[in-house]
């Protein structure tokens, strides 16, 4: 059952609950981030979006070479402009995936210079060519080297290869670039043999690399990095070389992408030790490695990341109840006494769970704290999941020790927790309203026609995540079914999420019917693959009592893991944006005075500083957005900016996914950022593809898929195909343009396990202004509608907007929907 945290306080009656302990008092050293990168996190400049990317703060990304041939896009100039515009840190530069084989086609060390030096030529030319580092090779214990072999002369031989190669490459770049910063050796794994060899070599010939890598890719890593780390800052000390950055480029497995309660892991061991890290890239680029969905929307490790993004002041000691042991509790932890919050980040077991908080200082928090409990649950690869649940909420005593006790039950094993702690101040915070929730697998109901498959293990770290590591597949008869046995508290409204994978090649469908009445029909976009996990959310009345919910085959096949059933306790549901935990600039103040409503106190806004909330909209259209401010304050949204005034509710508009808002004001105390609503479309703008005119080889082809039976293709390709629609706008201003669009463009290179899928763009012109290229991200599949949303102005009356592509092809497009940003 989800939801079924108590207050904190007096922990409940439970048989010896595991402990993590946190001690304020051991300061760890500044908060560093470092675990948050990812390898072709980016694909294009907008995949991911801008509003996706900037709230993790990414310290380093690794994307390949410009021009390089491994994939087909994420290259390293091309998305730079994005990764830096969205205050990311720095770029490795992948340089051996100039390459288009793998393993590297080894065509000899004098194949490769003449590559090193266009490489350098380029990445030094860049304006920001200070923020690039190069990786010259990438897991030579395998690659090109064989350093990994046991036999110790052959090793040496190989050894030797490579380390003249190394110096060789090292002048090279040099030459060219002689500020360049050099990362390696980058081997698949930590061997100390290597390291102890490779830093002894490169200290005596001046050729040390200024960030040392290497990867993690196993589950034993979560055993064995401790020991790995600690051993190479022995080799360190034992050379005389002063501790060198490092950055574990590659680290993690699929089982492990996407899922909040693994992840945090593997980043709670890096930030401990103040190590960057990337994660590695099993399936598609521009993802950031499984954490956004499309291009915009945030699924549950998304949300674990933006929490780590918003970790301030100082990391502190935990202590968790297992140290480096594999699938256990852990966490990290930090305290900002400018801030006066502590926050603790956990999860991996679904154990009965005390978090001790000690030496908690009077001095910053007084002698009672507010902590507050959130959940980022698993919700796919591909699915969606909207602000994470506050599950309590609730005022404790310090006790004379200086400690806090704050208990978590009924945990998820794949979710990941924050808690909270802010000073407590007068009054109540509002009690959290968690609704009743229940969860069922699918390998555990009654089927028909289908299969249990095992996925993502331990001992099978690069199978797929599965909730209980199994999911329900090969339902591809006429008979297939599966019947799941619910029992529901009340009769009323629920919301069904189904975590399902569909590699049909098209969206799909299932039957779903309630003991055995009159069926609905459930219709699935397309996954990477049958087992990519996504969500679908459906809403249904239910019954009180035990009933049968059957999905059975539609018109094609689909793998289903689980189903979650919740209950609706609200027409309109609302979410409230702490003003505490927001993003700042300027120096506001925090006042804890008041533990009314979330119980985190207000942000103090005056003229410089500004909060930056972000907000989860589950699809494009209007909600109601109202700040709880003691005076006006301006929002700024898609670059329109409007007065907000205590009390007065604003109906703006969201497009789907996450959503920065800007607050700024002269003198106000800001505690939440009220977000209510279902993304209304009335009001709206809406043209199909059949209103558009066409020219110059574009057409409008029929389609079932498409709104309205036909989409625009054959667009672009020349500067003389266009589409252009004439849209009427009722008053001037800033609008969301939503295109529904869909393309599958792909480059099969033949590796193994990357799906290189790739983006296509258009050039959006309004009226007679300067056109914007826009990206739009591979879909899947040519019959899967997704949306992009883009902000243009309109002036009142009739207006053009044209659609092209001068050099190669525009997307398809199903229809377009205009929205004012303020309603």
Not at 99 to 105: A, D, G, L, M, T
Not at 562 to 568: E, N
Not at 588 to 602: C, I, K, L, Q
């Amino acid at each position: 059952m989800a939801g079924t945290l108590p207050a904190a306080g007096p922990a409940a009656a439970a048989a010896d609950p595991q402990r993590l302990t946190v001690d304020l008092a051991a300061s760890e050293g500044p908060v560093m981030r470092g675990a948050n990168g990812a390898l072709y996190g980016l694909s294009d400049d907008g995949v991911p979006s801008d509003a996706a990317l900037a709230p993790l703060k990414i310290t380093s990304i690794s994307q390949k070479p410009e021009g390089g041939a491994q994939h087909p896009n994420g290259d390293a100039l091309s998305v730079a402009t994005s990764f830096f515009r969205n205050g990311g840190g720095e770029i490795n530069v992948m340089m051996q995936d100039i390459y288009s084989k793998w393993p590297y086609e080894d065509l000899g060390i004098d194949d490769y210079l003449p590559k090193v030096d266009k490489i350098a030529k380029e990445v030094s030319a860049d304006p920001n060519s200070d923020r690039f580092v190069y990786i010259p090779f990438n897991e030579p214990d395998q690659i090109w080297y064989n350093i990994g072999v046991a036999d110790q002369a052959k090793y040496e031989v190989n050894r030797d290869r490579f380390f003249k190669d190394w110096k060789t490459v090292y002048h090279r770049i040099r030459a060219i670039d002689p500020d360049a910063r050099i990362a390696g050796p980058n081997e698949t794994g930590y061997h100390t043999r290597l390291m102890k060899d490779f830093l002894a070599f490169a200290k005596r010939e001046n050729v040390l690399p200024q960030v040392l890598t290497w990867h993690e890719l196993s589950s034993g890593s979560l055993r064995d990095f401790q020991a790995h780390y600690d051993n190479y800052r022995s080799i360190e000390r034992e050379l005389g070389i002063a501790p060198l950055k490092i950055n574990i480029d590659e680290y993690a497995n699929r089982r492990d992408l996407s899922v909040p309660g693994q992840l945090v892991q593997w980043v709670s061991m890096f930030e401990r030790n103040k190590v960057y890290a990337n994660q590695a890239y099993w399936d598609a680029a521009g993802n950031m490695d499984g954490n956004v969905v499309r291009s915009n929307i945030p699924n549950g490790s998304w949300w674990f990341f933006r929490w780590y993004a918003g970790l301030t002041g100082d990391t502190v000691k935990v202590t968790p109840p297992q140290a480096n042991t594999i699938d256990t509790l852990q966490g990290l932890a930090s305290l900002d006494t400018s801030r006066r919050q502590a926050q603790v980040l956990l999860g991996g077991s679904a154990a009965d769970s005390d978090v001790v908080v000690q030496n908690v200082p009077r001095s910053v928090f007084g002698r009672t704290v507010t902590a507050t409990v959130a959940e980022a649950a698993w919700s796919g690869y591909e699915g969606q999941h909207a602000t994470p649940r506050v599950l309590t909420r609730t005022t404790v005593k310090v006790t004379a020790d200086g400690t806090v006790t704050v208990p978590l039950r009924g945990l998820h094993k794949m979710s990941a927790y924050r808690i909270v702690l802010s000073p407590g101040g007068s009054g109540t915070p509002s009690a959290a309203s968690v609704p009743w929730s229940a969860s069922y697998e699918a390998e555990d109901a009654a089927i028909t026609g289908g299969q249990v498959y095992t996925q993502g293990t331990v001992n099978n770290a690069n199978g797929y995540a599965a909730s209980g590591t199994k999911d329900v597949g090969s339902l591809n008869t006429a008979s297939s079914k599966v019947d799941f046995t619910v029992t529901l508290p009340t009769a009323g409204t629920y919301d069904l999420a189904i975590l399902y994978g569909n590699q049909s090649g098209a969206p799909s469908t299932q039957q779903l019917s309630v003991d055995g009445g009159t069926p609905v029909t459930v219709t699935y976009p397309s996954t990477e693959n049958w087992t990519y996990r996504a969500k679908k959310d459906v809403t249904v009345e239910l019954p009180a009592g035990t009933h049968l919910l059957t999905l059975s085959k539609g018109d094609a096949e689909v793998t289903l893991d689980r189903i979650d059933l919740t209950a609706r306790t609200s027409a309109t549901p609302s979410t409230s944006y702490e003003a505490t935990l927001a993003d700042i600039s300027g120096r506001p103040s925090y006042d804890y005075s008041s533990s009314a409503g979330t119980g985190t106190g207000a942000l103090v806004l005056r003229p410089g500083d500004e909060a930056v909330f972000d907000v989860y909209a589950p699809r494009d259209g209007y909600f109601t957005v109202l700040p709880r401010t003691t005076a006006p304050v301006q929002l700024a949204l898609h670059g329109e900016t409007v007065t907000a005034f205590p009390g007065r509710p604003l109906r703006l508009y969201l497009v789907a996914g996450n959503n920065r808002v800007a607050t700024t004001a002269k003198h106000a105390a800001i505690r939440t950022l009220d977000v209510s609503g279902n993304g209304s479309t009335t009001g709206t703008l809406s043209y199909e593809a059949a209103q558009a005119t066409l020219t110059g080889g574009a057409q409008l082809i029929d389609s079932a898929h498409a709104s309205a039976g036909s989409y625009i293709g054959r667009l672009g390709n020349s500067t003389a195909s266009t589409a252009e629609f004439t849209v009427t706008a009722p008053r001037s201003g800033r609008h969301l343009l939503v295109v529904h669009y869909a393309h599958n463009d792909r480059r099969d290179n033949g590796h193994a396990y990357n799906t290189d899928i790739m983006s296509r763009t258009a050039d959006i012109t309004v009226g007679t202004g300067a056109p914007q290229k826009v990206t739009f991200k591979n879909t899947w599949s040519v019959d899967d509608y997704w949306t992009v949303g883009v902000p243009v102005d309109l002036k009142k009356g009739s207006n053009t907007v044209t659609f092209g592509n001068a050099s190669a092809w525009a997307p398809n497009i199903d229809r377009i929907e205009l929205g004012r940003v303020i309603g």
